[in-house]
């Protein structure tokens, strides 16, 4: 029989507690039993539903210069309409079953709940595989493609899926403590597998997993069979001044990668600096405002989806909503943020791996193969025309492909 409680970290996100030893496992007890997985449901109340609507439709709207479209930020006429739909038409109940109909569970490791989806292959022999989001992202990234890579139709490789929501982020909840960098992150997310009984594992990671998933292969290199990211930044582009020797070599999609940093760098990045160096403060907006939490991160969806036709043309606007609707639900706007904080602070800087690497480089992703080259033991590399950073929800057949291409030929 399951007793229903409620997380303390985040109380309004009801979960079940499996009774154990004839008694409940009470909320105090949960850091204790270090190596408990608990089953997990999500489940969102009608007051939190009234509530986000209540709240959209009270939002005071600024003022704006007219003509700017997307230069200065997200448009006023664009998020009126889209947060009338957020609050009147979207669906967040038949996302929250969707996700419900997988088996998800929450641990806690060094002091921080870990929450994840477990999809076990009913093929025999099935390689696990831990997939790492990245940010504004959460686990709703991967709904696409969990069927073919856990149950493919045809004779490609299986996987059994772990799934994790990034301390700090989403179903996991924020943390009691600071110091939560990629490679802390990587060390829990090992103890996780080891927890699981996987002796031997491979990872995949985009964005912000890009950043732990090779940090998982560094620091858990014998029991890591490979790592494949997509949307690779940190440790998979040149920082600083490109060296006059490399410049006198770049190829053609070289200098368009560049280009493409330099953009970011002067035009795109004023998110990562507030992020990085006030979380807190942004965090009083994004915990009070939905509208202000849409805003933060419809922007990066419409940066980083590419520039062909409107956003809803490059990604499903459901499917977008229900992401943005995981940070405002769990109240983890502000918390998320804390990764940049942590990252730009870290006293730890990552070193050579030695496990093998493949990168999957969709449209506007900046990563450059010979930079990659000084972190990573790259194995393979495939450019892509087509796609964006969010690959696992624009192109998920593309990602799904290049994923297993990467690991059958490390079997």
């Known amino acids: 029989m399951a007793e229903r409680g409620h997380c303390r970290v985040c109380p309004e996100i009801p979960f079940i507690r499996p009774r154990a030893a004839g008694r409940g496992i009470t909320l105090a007890s949960i850091s204790t039993f270090d190596e408990d997985i608990i089953p997990f449901q999500v489940e969102v109340s009608q007051a939190q539903l009234r509530d986000l609507r209540q709240r959209l439709s009270q939002t005071r709207w600024p003022a704006q210069i007219s003509g700017t479209g997307w230069a200065r930020g997200v448009p006023g ?61 959460s686990v709703l990234e991967f709904l696409d493609v969990i069927e073919p890579l856990s149950d493919p139709e045809d004779g490609s490789p299986a996987f059994d899926l772990i799934i994790p ?36 594992y491979a990872v995949q990671g985009g964005d912000y997993g890009a950043f732990i998933g090779p940090d998982l292969g560094r620091i858990d290199a014998d029991r890591v069979l490979g790592v494949h990211v997509n949307a690779a930044t940190w440790g998979f582009m040149p920082h600083g001044q490109v060296p006059d020797d490399d410049a006198a070599t770049l190829t053609e999609l070289e200098r368009e990668k560049l280009t493409l940093i330099g953009e970011f760098l002067t035009d795109g990045s004023g998110y990562y600096q507030i992020q990085g160096t006030r979380p807190h403060t942004l965090g009083f907006a994004l915990a009070d405002s939905p509208a202000g939490q849409l805003a933060w991160i419809v922007e990066k969806f419409h940066a980083w989806t590419g520039s062909r036709g409107a956003l ?19 109240n983890t706007g502000s918390s998320s ?12 800087h990552p070193t050579h791996s030695r496990v093998p690497t493949g990168v999957a480089n969709f449209a506007g992703d900046p990563a450059i193969r010979r ?35 990467f690991f059958a030929g490390l079997r």
Not at 101 to 106: A, D, F, N, R, W
């Open 312 to 330: 809803e043309d490059r990604v499903d606007r459901d499917h977008m909503l229900a992401d943005v609707s995981i940070y405002w639900f769990t």
């Open 165 to 200: 929501s990034h301390p700090n982020f989403g179903f996991s909840g924020p943390t009691t403590d600071s110091g939560w960098d990629s490679i802390r992150t990587a060390r829990a997310y090992a103890e996780l597998m080891r927890r699981l009984g996987y002796p031997r």
């Open 77 to 137: 006429e664009y998020l009126r309409e889209l947060a009338e739909y957020w609050a009147q038409r979207f669906d967040w109940q038949a996302w929250e079953k969707r996700l419900n109909s997988y088996p998800q569970y929450v641990t806690v490791i060094d002091g921080a709940r870990i929450h994840f989806l477990h999809i076990r292959s009913h093929r025999t022999g099935a390689t696990p595989m831990i997939m790492l989001h990245g940010w504004p992202g």
């Open 371 to 405: 930079y990659a080259e000084q972190l990573n033991n790259i194995v393979r590399w495939t450019e892509f025309d087509t796609g964006g950073h969010f690959a696992a929800m624009q192109t998920p057949d593309l990602l799904v492909s290049d994923i297993r291409a």
């Open 337 to 348: 943020a804390q990764m940049y904080y942590e990252s730009l602070h870290s006293p730890q």
